[in-house]
C-alpha cells in the first residue's frame, strides 16, 4: 500500500459486493499489487452515477482509489472484462462465486497476491468458455491456489515416510497434507485414492490449463477429484464454505 499517496491506480477483481445505505456499494477487491481491499464505491446504485456498470461482481476492472483509514473509496471505475457468460448461466455463475470466495479465504488484505491475481482472472476465462468442463476447470484452480498459498498436496512421494509413491491406488490424508502409500494410510485418517485419480492431479500439477483442459474424465473420476480437493481445502479452512453447500444444493436442483 503506497502510504504517500492519496489516490492510487489499481487493477482489481470484484469477488464480493453488497449494498449499502441508499445508494452505496461496499466491494471486496483483489488488486495483483496491494493484495484484498475493501472499499466503498458511493453513490455507485444511482443510475446517473459514473460508476453505474462498471463494479459488477467478478469482472475485471482499472479503479482509481482514495485511500482510507479503514475502508477506501473508489473515486474511478473502468470496466476492462465483464467475462458476461458468469451472468447469463446458473452453474457458471455458481462456480464462479465458489472461486471467488476461495480466493476471499486464501487471501491476505494489503499483501501482494499478484500470482493469484493472475490466476483468478485467468480462471474466470476458463469458466466463461463455450464447451469448458467447468468442473475440470475448478479442479485446477483449486490446485494451483494451494501451491500459491503453500500448501500444495504431495503427489509424489507418500505424505508420511516421503518415499516415492508407486503406481497403484492409494490414499490421501488432509491432515498429512497429500496422499500417503496404503502402509502409512494403517491407523490413520484418510480416503482411498485411485491410481487414476492420481494421474489427473499429477497431469494437472505439471502442466498448463490448455493442456488439461481437453481431458475427458468420467463421472465417477469428477466426483473422486472433487471429493479428494475439497475435504483437503475444507481442512486447511477449518470451516464449511458456504458456497460449497450453494453449489451441493444447486447441483441437487439441476441433476
Ligand atoms: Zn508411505
Not at 34 to 41: E, H, P, S, T, V
Not at 63 to 71: E, N, P
Not at 240 to 255: D, H, T
Request: aromatic share 8%; hydrophobic share 45%; glycine share 6%.
Amino acid at each position: 500500500m503506497p502510504r504517500s499517496e492519496r489516490l492510487f491506480k489499481t487493477q482489481a477483481i470484484i469477488l464480493r459486493r453488497y449494498d449499502y445505505g441508499e445508494a452505496d456499494r461496499i466491494l471486496t477487491l483483489l488488486t495483483p499489487d496491494y493484495g484484498k481491499l475493501r472499499a466503498i464505491a458511493k453513490g455507485a446504485r444511482k443510475l446517473t452515477s459514473r460508476l453505474n456498470g462498471h463494479l459488477e461482481l467478478y469482472s475485471h476492472v482499472a479503479l482509481l482509489i482514495a485511500r482510507g483509514s479503514d475502508l477506501h473509496v473508489v473515486s474511478q471505475a473502468e470496466q476492462l472484462e465483464a467475462f458476461l457468460p458468469l451472468h447469463g448461466d446458473l452453474l457458471r455463475n455458481a462456480y464462479a462465486h465458489y472461486i471467488a470466495e476461495l480466493t476471499d479465504r486464501f487471501s491476505e488484505d494489503e499483501e501482494t497476491h499478484t500470482p493469484l491475481f493472475a490466476l483468478l482472472n485467468a480462471a474466470l476465462g476458463w469458466l466463461c468458455a463455450p464447451e469448458a468442463d467447468l468442473a475440470l476447470a475448478v479442479r485446477y484452480f483449486e490446485l494451483r491456489l494451494l501451491r500459491l498459498s503453500g500448501f500444495e498436496p504431495s503427489l509424489f512421494e507418500c505424505a508420511v515416510g516421503q518415499e516415492p509413491l508407486m503406481a497403484r491406488d492409494q490414499f490421501f490424508s488432509a491432515a498429512e497434507g497429500g496422499v500417503i502409500c496404503p502402509e502409512h494410510a494403517r491407523g490413520r485418517a484418510a480416503q482411498p485414492l485411485s491410481l487414476n485419480a492420481l494421474k489427473v492431479l499429477r497431469h494437472m500439477a505439471r502442466t498448463d490449463y490448455e493442456a488439461v483442459r481437453h481431458l475427458r474424465l468420467t463421472a465417477a473420476l469428477h466426483a473422486e477429484l472433487e471429493r479428494t480437493l475439497g475435504s483437503y481445502l475444507l481442512h486447511l479452512l477449518e470451516l464449511r464454505l458456504k458456497s460449497v453447500e450453494f453449489l451441493q444444493q444447486l447441483r441437487m436442483r439441476l441433476l
